[in-house]
């Protein structure tokens, strides 16, 4: 198993792993992810077992400081030199959770965003996980912003 960055031909991929994740009022449409890959593959993080997919990580390199929600409709506020990575999917497909593979994942994006000099990596999830993340070092920063799918989301923070 290799973590690598993600391809334009990926898209099939990992669209289908994001609608398994997420349901369709959170989901990301294929039509944003492509836009993602095209601009910004290298903020994809993929657990690829000799061609198999099982689990990944989607950001969005900007200077903004927050997410906010303009981020999942499109990509004007990507900044290949900002200062944050704003994480905006973390998916392993049902049938392979609780293998660690998410976890493994994160592990190589926070090496990665510190090797880029970045100040950290911003992240929103539902209460369930902040425990979760917070193993990673991510604080909690209260409710965001986020309104997404009309869920109550949390804000966390790493910095770097
Ligand atoms: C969250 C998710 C990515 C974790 O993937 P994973 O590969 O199973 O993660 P790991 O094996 O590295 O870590 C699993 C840990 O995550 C935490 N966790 C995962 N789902 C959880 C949930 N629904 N409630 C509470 N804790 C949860 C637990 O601490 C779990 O530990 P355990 O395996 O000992 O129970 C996966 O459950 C998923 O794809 N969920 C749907 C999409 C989603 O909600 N993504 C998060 C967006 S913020």
């Known amino acids: 198993m290799r973590i690598r960055h993600a391809e334009i031909s990926d898209l099939d991929i990992v669209s289908k792993l994001e609608s398994e994740g997420f ?6 449409t294929k039509e ?3 836009d993602r890959l095209n601009k910004f593959s290298d903020c994809f993080w993929l657990l ?3 061609g198999e997919i099982y689990a990944f990580i989607a950001g969005m390199a900007t200077d903004e400081h927050d997410l906010k929600d303009e981020m999942f409709k499109h990509s004007e506020m ?13 998916v392993t497909w ?3 959770r609780h293998k660690g593979y998410a976890s493994e994942v994160m592990n190589q994006v926070i090496a990665d965003t510190k090797a880029l000099n970045r100040k950290g990596i911003v992240l929103t999830c539902k209460e369930e996980l902040l425990s979760f ?3 990673f070092g991510f604080v909690n920063e209260g409710i965001s912003q986020s309104n997404l799918g009309g869920a109550k989301w949390y804000q966390m923070r790493l910095i770097l």
């Open 48 to 50: 690829d077992d000799y």
């Open 133 to 135: 993340y917070s193993k």
């Open 32 to 34: 944003i992810i492509k």
């Open 78 to 90: 990507y900044d290949p030199d900002g200062d944050w990575l704003i994480i905006l999917s973390v």
């Open 94 to 96: 049902k049938n392979q």
């Open 23 to 28: 349901p369709p009022s959170e989901a990301d």
